[in-house]
């Protein structure tokens, strides 16, 4: 077998020919500058600048306490050693990778040779605040292609500060984000920031006035959504069933279709009437309370009751009753 040479390991390590030459000069004379240091290797100095710049990268340079915007050599038994582990910890994960890799394989394979073993339940019930955090952001550890997600209402800081670790994560690997939050968080100051932020990491960001309740998906394999929708933190549901998902991705598809991206004005149709408004006369038309129907649109039971005031000026309906008769015959329903 062939032994690899001393500047092929170095090389492996991340330390070219030209940067260990100027490595190799510092070390025995730390006084040179840049100058000095092509003068004495014979390269140009912005060669010598480029290998300085991948010295300090690779850690084996090293701003002077003494000497203010000088560098110094890091000795080779600590920067050297530290290159090793540095790529001794890639290695590792390689090796990780491949291990799950396989394992996914595995499992794919017995799944289609039929065997018990990889059979799994299709409903997973997780109960407790920390426990639903921790299974959240496993899933989101798993994604790797797409993360579809559905967030009616505001969102308290607590849940803004963990999306935002979490969706950072994600666009860092690559992974594609949509998100479909409601019409009334464009008016709370801390979710809008927070949804401004997403689309100016690379994601995509969506608002309508109604939505379904709240949902999770990666990867179009596995979805998360409460167990209760009026009660978030009672728990949630872990489904992997293929039709399940596949009907929650059509769900939210559909949402998506006819939501509007997030910078995009809410125009009104050839009424006057805007896409909440819309929702808000349907919902009393189907016998909803002020307070549900101002929990449906994700805004306050005042709010709600302030644009119904308005609609029914509008209309000239003496009651609500009137307000939806007129409604539907002036084609606002």
Known sequence: MAVRGRA????YLGLNTTAEGVYRLMLSRPDLGVAELAAELGMGTADVRSALDELFELSLLRESVEREGHLRPVSPAVGLQLLLARQQAELDQRRQRIAEGQAAVAAIVAEFAGSPASAAAEVERVLGMDTIMQ??????????????????????????????????????????IRTAMQDSARNDRPTLAYAQSLTDAGAEVRSAPLLPPRMLIADRGTAIVPVDPANTRVGVLVLTGRGVVAALVALFEQVWATAVPLGAARTRDRNGVSPQERELLGLLGQGHTDESAAKRLGVSERTARRIMADLMERLGARSRFEAGLLAVKEGWL
């Open 8 to 11: 092929d390991v170095l090389e």
């Open 135 to 176: 299974r959240l952001e496993e899933l989101a550890a798993s994604a790797r292609v797409e993360a579809l997600s559905i967030t009616p209402g505001v969102q308290s800081a607590a849940a803004i500060a963990a999306a935002l670790r979490t969706n950072a994560d994600l666009l860092a690997r690559g992974v594609t």
